[in-house]
């Protein structure tokens, strides 16, 4: 956190970035974006521009090199010939390899020191994820089944 008295990170949840701009609700929104993600066959990408490594205090900020070659991988197509796992918790697919980037970085796991930690950790995470997403009324199994499992 950045804001004034912020100590430690805490999750949030936005249905909407940028939600006092857009008046309908979520759910118009994500089929908007899914329609055209279908239309135009487009990837994409999550990339994890925070935290890695371990909890606040043991992990550290990803690089902003890491970052950007991220970035750059998604958006020339070198993404488009490289493996991937599975990732249960997130409900994932992440790259084996990025060029620019350690791949043992791109799975989250094997960046922190103590494996068990990230479980826990994850399995919170992704609990959160599937607890914020019961507000939402009308989605289809679709678009739920797409998200963390828990």
């Known amino acids: 956190g950045t804001e004034r008295g912020v100590k430690e990170p805490k999750a949030t949840f936005s249905k ?5 701009f857009m008046p309908r609700p979520a759910l118009v929104y994500a ?17 994890n521009t925070g935290w890695s490594g371990g909890p606040y205090g043991v992990g550290k900020r990803i690089k902003i090199e890491y970052s950007r070659a991220m970035v750059t991988a998604a958006l020339t197509g070198s993404l488009d010939i490289v493996k991937f796992s599975h990732n249960d918790f997130f409900n994932l697919d992440i790259p084996t390899e990025c060029p620019g980037v350690p791949s043992e970085i791109l799975e989250p796991r094997n960046t922190w ?12 995470l992704a ?24």
Do not use: W
């Open 16 to 20: 909407c970035f940028g939600a006092p």
């Open 31 to 47: 089929e908007m974006l899914g329609e055209k993600i279908s239309k135009h066959n487009t990837a994409v990408y999550l990339i």
């Open 113 to 124: 020191t103590d494996r068990d930690a990230y479980d826990l950790s994850a399995k919170k």
């Open 127 to 150: 609990q959160m994820f599937v607890d914020n997403f019961r507000k939402f009324d009308n989605i289809s199994d679709d678009i739920r089944l797409a998200g963390p499992r828990a």
